[in-house]
């Protein structure tokens, strides 16, 4: 983990923070690598920003505070999320934050870590690192926007993986579904593969998850809140999966309008404006 920091600190991508008076990581909080036209050194051997005990230290705090809540511990495991891990009908909730659409490279965000944990974890934990680089061929994201292949896998893809997390869930229980993205082609597959993967949306909450701050939100529309969708499992009590509650789109927009008027004047009293009211709504 400290190696990780480290490397995040150590490019030629870093950026000098003068509100706080050091130095930002690559990736500091962004989904993106960003381009800069200088950038700030840091010393790994020195005592400034940036340096190589205070990556360890920040590890070591952290460590040591979560260690004190070992009794909450729960279980890990490595997967592909299409993949059935969970009994039937057993867990009580199924939360889930899927990929944006085509907002995020995740796995090509993900070399940069993977590549130096690489070096240090190959001998010991080999099945993990068996590839030169993160594997791709199965993520669900849309790199090309323009591409109607890579949207349709995409939407399959979270298809697959909402009814898995649907089959797992007790017919009683709840789901929340965390997104964000500003463009009606990311919200129409994410609303069809809820929908064809037999969850019902009953709730859409925006929750203030960015920083006012943070790079590309200087200037420009990006939406401060990620949507959280609140479902339950569309099953009868005994778990078989019901066929006749989903309406037809006609009626939809017969509705619509009536539930965005009663909706909107709430969001704007709780401060929640803009492309973020406008999602929450299309939630």
């Known amino acids: 983990m400290c190696l990780a920091k480290q490397a ?20 500091g909080g962004e989904k993106k690598y960003v381009m800069v036209s200088d950038y700030a ?25 979560e260690a004190h809540i070992l009794e909450f511990s729960g279980q890990v495991m490595q997967s592909s999320a299409d993949h059935v891990i969970i009994p039937e009908d057993y867990a009580s909730a199924f ?13 090509d965000l993900a070399n940069f870590y993977y590549v130096w944990h690489r070096m240090v974890l ?25 591409s109607s292949d890579e949207k349709v896998k995409y939407r399959d893809g979270l298809m697959r993986a909402f009814e898995v997390g649907r089959i797992a869930t007790k017919p009683s229980g709840i789901g929340v579904i965390v997104f964000a993205h500003k463009s009606t082609e990311g919200w129409e597959a994410l609303l069809e593969a809820i929908v064809q993967a037999g969850w019902s949306i009953v709730g859409s909450w925006p929750i203030d998850t960015e920083l006012q701050n943070r790079l590309n939100a200087l200037g420009t529309a990006s939406l401060a809140s990620s949507v959280h969708l609140v479902c ?5 009590a005994t778990g078989t999966l019901q066929t006749n509650l989903i309406g037809d789109w ?16 709430r969001l704007a009293r709780e401060g929640i404006v803009g492309a973020d009211a406008i999602f929450a709504c299309l939630g």
Not at 122 to 146: F, I, R
Not at 251 to 265: S, Y
């Open 8 to 27: 995040d600190y150590s490019t030629s991508l870093c950026r000098w923070r003068p509100d706080g008076a050091f130095v930002n990581p690559t990736l």
């Open 41 to 65: 050194e840091s010393c790994p051997i020195g005592f400034g920003s940036g340096n190589w005990l205070g990556q360890v230290d920040w590890v070591a705090r952290f460590l040591e505070k």
């Open 95 to 107: 939360i889930t934050d899927p990929p944006y659409y085509d907002s995020v490279p995740y796995s």
């Open 122 to 146: 190959l001998a010991d934990h080999g099945d993990y690192y068996s590839l030169p680089l993160t594997p791709k061929s199965q993520e669900m994201t849309v790199d090309h926007p323009n």
């Open 232 to 236: 339950r499992p569309r099953e009868n």
């Open 250 to 265: 006609r009626e939809v927009l017969q509705e619509l309008p009536a539930r965005i008027h009663a909706w909107l004047p």
